[in-house]
């Protein structure tokens, strides 16, 4: 009777093969829901989106002197995420803002900033930022005021303060104590300490701002000797020009993918573009002809403090923005946009509209490079006039910061077994690099005919488990790799 009615046989069986076929099927299914695509995937969008993080006078971070480390690491954690969610792609964190260090270093003593004059936090900011940036897909570009030693004269410093070791090397101006920067032991420390930083950290840019000889001092004429250094404008401007050629070339010579970029003041001179008004200028006062800078090819990017609204006239953000653009279209102009002005006493009327009006206009004359820094991160945080519900419009997915061709070559190969498994919640994407080194990876995603760039993730990482609910509908996942100069890889793609 069984050999004429095997089917008998089977159903005794079946529970186990109905097992196994089931597990089958879900091994099947989960295979089958992403294949090998070989669709063309577009670039990933370029644009630089940056905010500066100021530290003296806790400006933006850390909110005083004195938290504890593990306070002061959760305030920094807090601005990445929110810059991270709004989709900025660098940070511009100020860690020497007067000759004392937000870092491990030999030279120079802790800074007063974090917790006391000389005081070690107990770790190192520096190296917790890179670490945290980098996994949020943003770069971490050092701050450096190279020549202040004292934001006033009355502060307390740490043992090993240059004011302290070689006063013969400060100068006053107002309230403010400097490294004089006619003396070439001055630049020469400040050099040391930049190049420094760019060796031993891993860091994504040398940035520097507007202060080099000082600003004239409020309610006093200014001279060619009022900074009393027995030097003429010319010869100052000799020895800033000397001092930003030897930096570029230095860093370039050490790291060659660093990016060194300067925040000048944003009127070279007054009268430049025909109209311009400036109560400063910055070309006799501070010794800062940022033209020639920018001209020569001596930055990567330069980013004028374009602070003003887009009228009126006589400092005019459109008529500016235009000017800086037309001095060197081989190098890109990423305005200082004030976002800190918002609603503020100092322009009480302000709306956050004007900051988008102003990204929009520099996007018009970007050549393919686009970008913006604002000023600064605390008025971001708070959300200014609304100003994330401006941002979050003007950057709807993540960009990478442009290419640097002139700085180095190298593109990424396409990433190798590409897969991505479905986890029920999840999905985990992995793969495998290429070819040239991956300084970071591009997680796009198509939806419907429109690919979006999702996140950005550091080049050593090659494998992320994303929420399903963060990838949505998505058709189809791409990730690329992206050099330390910017230069863009093939994409590997799966698709449903």
Not at 67 to 74: N, P, V, W
Not at 180 to 204: F, Q, T
Not at 239 to 251: G, L
Not at 395 to 406: C, H
């Amino acid at each position: 009777m069984d050999a004429q009615h095997p089917r008998h046989q089977i159903m005794t069986l079946s529970p186990l093969f109905h097992g196994l076929a089931c597990s089958l099927l879900a091994l099947t299914a989960q295979a089958l829901a992403w294949q090998p695509s070989g669709e063309t995937v577009p670039p990933a969008p370029q644009e630089f989106r940056a905010a500066w993080i100021s530290t003296v006078h806790n400006i933006d971070w850390p909110s005083r002197s004195g938290l504890s480390g593990a306070a002061q690491r959760s305030e920094l954690l807090n601005i990445l995420n929110t810059c991270a969610q709004l989709k900025l792609n660098a940070m511009f964190l100020q860690v020497r803002p007067n000759a004392d260090a937000l870092y491990r270093s030999s030279l120079e003593p802790w800074s007063q900033w974090l917790s006391g004059p000389g005081v070690n936090p107990g770790y190192d900011p520096l190296a917790f930022a890179i670490q945290e940036a980098h996994r949020r897909g943003i770069e971490l570009h050092a701050w450096f005021n190279p020549f202040r030693a004292k934001a006033n004269v009355n502060h307390a410093v740490g043992r090993n303060h240059i004011s302290l070791t070689r006063p013969d090397l400060m100068k006053r101006s107002g309230s403010v104590l400097l490294m004089n920067p006619s003396a070439s032991a001055s630049r020469d420390h400040a050099m040391k300490v930049i190049l420094d930083v760019v060796r031993r950290y891993d860091i994504d840019g040398v940035h520097l701002d507007d202060y080099f000889y000082p600003y004239p001092a409020p309610g006093r004429s200014w001279t060619p000797g009022s900074f009393g250094d027995g030097k003429s404008p010319s010869q100052r401007r000799a020895y800033i020009d000397d001092f930003v050629h030897d930096m570029y070339k230095s860093v370039k010579s050490s790291k060659p993918w660093v990016r060194v970029g300067i925040s000048p003041f944003g009127i070279w001179r007054p009268g430049v573009p025909a109209g311009i008004e400036a109560g400063v200028d910055a070309y006799e006062h501070l010794a800062c002809d940022a033209r020639k800078w920018l001209s020569k090819g001596w930055v990567d990017y330069l980013a004028p403090q374009l602070y003003w609204r887009c009228s009126p006239a006589k400092q005019s953000f459109p008529a500016l923005m235009q000017w800086w653009a037309a001095q060197n279209t081989g190098r890109p102009v990423w305005p200082g946009i004030a976002t800190a002005r918002i609603m503020s006493s100092e322009d009480p009327g302000r709306p956050a509209s004007e900051i988008a009006a102003q990204v929009n206009y520099s996007r018009s004359l970007a050549r393919n490079a686009p970008g913006q820094c604002f000023w600064s991160v605390k008025s971001i945080m708070r959300n200014a006039g609304g100003i994330q519900r401006y941002l979050n419009k003007l950057y709807p997915s993540m960009a990478v910061p442009p290419a640097m061709p002139w700085c180095g070559a190298g593109t990424p190969g396409q990433p190798q077994n590409f897969t991505v498994a479905d986890n029920g919640s999840t999905v985990t994407l992995s793969w495998q690099p290429s070819g040239n080194p991956v300084r970071k990876w591009a997680v796009q995603a198509r939806y419907g005919s429109q690919w979006a760039t999702r996140i950005l993730l550091p080049g050593g990482q090659t494998r992320v488990t994303l929420p399903k609910s963060f990838l949505g509908d998505a058709g189809s996942i791409a990730v690329r790799g992206v050099s330390a100069y910017g230069a863009q890889g093939p994409a590997a793609a799966v698709r449903r």
